[in-house]
């Protein structure tokens, strides 16, 4: 979702409290709505910090990491 429309959402990383363990965790923030998307978790509390655009490239490639074209040998 970020990466089709970065200027829409804002990625943040912290934590989520799901009963009564706080757990590492990332999620959405819709900038326009200003409201959480989490589709992974039922959690009622986060607490976090929004990475800026540059924080969120980097998170996003070492989550995601490119493929490279491997070239078959003869």
Do not use: C
Request: proline content about 4%; glycine content about 6%.
């Amino acid at each position: 979702v970020w990466k089709k429309n970065p200027k829409g959402y804002s990625v943040v990383t912290g934590y989520n409290l799901n009963g009564q363990s706080w757990n590492s965790h990332t999620w959405l923030i819709d900038n326009k709505k200003k409201i959480i998307i989490d589709p992974l978790s039922k959690a009622k509390i986060y607490y976090g910090v929004i990475m800026n655009e540059n924080e969120t490239k980097r998170w996003y490639d070492e989550q995601f990491p490119r493929r490279k074209a491997v070239k078959k040998s003869k």
